[in-house]
């Protein structure tokens, strides 16, 4: 079975700070897809990154950066000089075969992450 | 333009009716599915469909009953609502391996 793990269920922070949001996962497929999704104030799911289990570079784009490790099984994702706007419920899954040729993914239980002036 | 569609945005019902929330999309995608979201923010799959066949089926009360008339509509239909199954309700497809897009939910409130 697969199981996502978000340890940290809130963080808060000043603006300006950097902060990074752990998630660690377990699956016995070779092949997976991993995710972050941001779910700001107005409900809506928002898609940021996905990252395939043979791709290992971490990335960046603009303030927000991903640290994808296989050896400890977790994709943690920092953003850096944060803003308040960045004040969401973040949401990493993970995605693996099942049948018909479909990925189906499985959420953590999110980050809420507030960030104050 | 909207890539995935639900209708209504907002349902408010008593108990004991049953609803249905309609889904669709234009992407062309082959997967879609349907996820409760509950107070807490946690956001569980409860079906999906791959070319209209049903794939995954999790442990939900057999008062859900999706159905996929053609590969762009997974809609889901509630009989007898209770009061736990307020929630959001989110649809969603994707293309084999790739990005799941999300519609923009369906705030469910049982009175």
């Known amino acids: 079975a697969q199981k996502v793990t978000q340890a940290q269920t809130e963080i808060s922070v000043v603006e300006k700070e950097d902060v990074t949001l752990d998630c660690v996962y377990e699956?016995?497929?070779?092949?997976?897809?991993l995710f972050w999704y941001k779910q700001p104030p107005s409900g809506e799911l928002v898609f940021l990154i996905r990252?395939?289990?043979?791709?290992?570079q971490n990335e960046i784009s603009g303030r927000y950066s991903w640290n994808f490790q296989k050896s400890t099984s977790s994709f943690n994702f920092t953003i850096t000089a944060s803003q308040v706007v960045d004040s969401a419920v973040y949401f990493c899954?993970?995605?693996?075969?099942?049948?018909?040729?479909?990925?189906?993914?499985?959420f953590g239980r999110g980050t809420s992450l507030i960030v104050h002036p | 333009d909207t890539a995935v569609s639900q209708t209504p945005k907002y349902l408010v019902t008593q108990m004991g009716n049953d609803k249905s929330i309609k889904c669709e999309q234009n992407?062309?995608?082959?997967?879609m599915y349907w996820y409760k979201q509950d107070s807490k923010k946690f956001l569980k799959i409860m079906f999906s469909?791959?070319?209209?066949?049903?794939?995954i089926n999790e442990t939900v009360p057999n008062r859900f009953s999706p159905k996929s008339p053609d590969k762009a509509h997974l809609n889901l239909h509630i009989n007898s609502l209770e009061l736990g199954d307020s929630a959001v309700y989110f649809c969603?497809?994707?293309?084999?391996?790739?990005?799941?897009?999300f519609g923009p939910g369906t705030r469910l409130l049982v009175l």
């Open positions: 969603a497809s994707s293309p084999s391996s790739s990005v799941v897009d």
């Open positions: 699956t016995r497929d070779t092949t997976y897809y």
């Open positions: 990252r395939n289990s043979f791709d290992e």
């Open positions: 899954a993970l995605s693996v075969h099942a049948s018909g040729g479909s990925y189906i993914p499985t």
């Open positions: 992407l062309g995608h082959d997967t």
């Open positions: 469909y791959n070319n209209k066949e049903l794939i």
